[in-house]
């Protein structure tokens, strides 16, 4: 859905770089969860998907006409 | 809490103040996240300070291949983490600027520019729905877990669009939702402040 969205706000050659699931031992570092949101996030989630729920991802888009030097960067990151 | 999905929660004005007054109070704290993304030259070079307030998910500046000289916009900078990285990347040629909401992570992320010795950043306090520099200004945007905390991510995205340069850039890490939740569940704006 954010991919899409940054395409119609003019963004081209939107990509997806990386996309790592957040585990519950990952989303525990972040305060809102430390002081015990995590519980009201996962409560109506099954036992099975909690570490896959939410995702952490990595983005990338051009604005435009790229120079080639960024271009040959961009794609070795994809 | 993120959404993906185009959900926009009854009352962005009220998740705006939620979010604001959930990292005033987070500015104070210490985090550990940040030793699980950057490496160990980074965290030695780093002040404490950036360290401990880091809330990202990812190394856009990694991923973003920045180039000497550059200008690069870190929207939501949060402590500066980010933001000095960038600035040590694009050298005293080039600038790295901050913008965020909090005033308190302005003042964060200024103080930790200063112990790292950095003499080309600049922190701006602003809603990054509304980015406070002129069109076409900026080579690289970069944000790290902060488009998720806006309601309206359209006119986010927009707003990065005008003010990049024709052939600049954005490397944007943040935290997804990959199934679905109770609208009580997202429409908690305690939630969307991790």
């Given at each position: 859905?954010?991919?899409q969205?940054?395409?119609?706000?003019?963004?081209?050659?939107?990509?997806?770089l990386?996309?790592?699931?957040?585990?519950?031992?990952?989303l525990m570092?972040?305060?809102v969860?430390?002081?015990?949101?995590?519980?009201?996030?996962?409560?109506r989630?099954?036992?099975?998907?909690r570490?896959?729920l939410?995702?952490?991802?990595?983005?990338?888009?051009?604005?435009?006409?790229?120079?080639?030097?960024?271009?040959?960067?961009?794609?070795?990151?994809? | 809490?993120?959404?993906?999905?185009?959900?926009?929660?009854?009352?962005?004005?009220?998740?705006?103040?939620a979010?604001?007054?959930?990292?005033?109070?987070?500015?104070?704290?210490?985090?550990?996240?940040?030793e699980?993304?950057?490496?160990?030259?980074?965290?030695t070079?780093?002040?404490r300070?950036a360290?401990?307030?880091?809330?990202?998910?990812?190394?856009?500046?990694?991923?973003?291949?920045?180039?000497?000289?550059?200008?690069?916009?870190?929207?939501?900078c949060?402590?500066?983490?980010?933001?000095?990285?960038?600035?040590?990347?694009?050298?005293?040629?080039?600038?790295?600027?901050?913008?965020?909401?909090?005033?308190?992570?302005?003042?964060?992320?200024?103080?930790?520019?200063?112990?790292?010795?950095?003499?080309?950043?600049?922190?701006?306090e602003?809603?990054?729905?509304?980015?406070?520099?002129?069109?076409?200004?900026?080579?690289?945007?970069?944000?790290?877990?902060?488009?998720?905390?806006a309601?309206?991510?359209?006119?986010?995205?927009?707003?990065?669009?005008?003010?990049?340069?024709?052939?600049?850039?954005?490397?944007?890490?943040?935290?997804?939702?990959?199934?679905?939740l109770?609208?009580s569940?997202?429409?908690?704006?305690r939630?969307?402040?991790?």
């Open positions: 859905m954010w991919l969205k940054a395409s119609r706000a003019g963004w081209v050659g939107v990509a997806l990386r996309r790592v699931p957040m585990t519950v031992e990952r570092r972040y305060p969860y430390r002081e015990g949101h995590l519980d009201t996030l996962l409560a989630v099954a036992p099975h998907e570490d896959t939410v995702v952490s991802a990595l983005i990338t888009a051009q604005a435009g006409a790229l120079p080639a030097k960024r271009q040959e960067g961009e794609m070795c990151l994809l | 809490m993120p959404q993906s999905d185009p959900h926009v929660p009854p009352n962005g004005e009220t998740l705006q103040n979010v604001r007054a959930a990292y005033a109070g987070h500015a104070a704290q210490q985090w550990q996240v940040a699980t993304i950057y490496s160990e030259e980074e965290l070079w780093l002040p300070g360290i401990t307030s880091a809330p990202g998910l990812d190394h856009p500046i990694r991923a973003a291949q920045l180039h000497a000289g550059e200008t690069i916009l870190d929207l939501g949060g402590g500066g983490i980010d933001t000095l990285l960038a600035a040590r990347a694009v050298g005293p040629s080039g600038q790295a600027i901050g913008l965020d909401m909090t005033h308190e992570m302005i003042l964060l992320a200024q103080a930790n520019a200063q112990a790292a010795g950095l003499t080309n950043t600049r922190f701006l602003g809603d990054m729905t509304a980015i406070p520099l002129p069109n076409s200004s900026v080579d690289v945007v970069i944000s790290n877990g902060v488009f998720n905390l309601a309206n991510k359209d006119l986010v995205f927009a707003e990065a669009r005008r003010v990049i340069r024709p052939g600049g850039h954005v490397v944007a890490a943040d935290m997804l939702l990959a199934g679905t109770p609208e569940v997202r429409d908690d704006p939630l969307w402040s991790g």
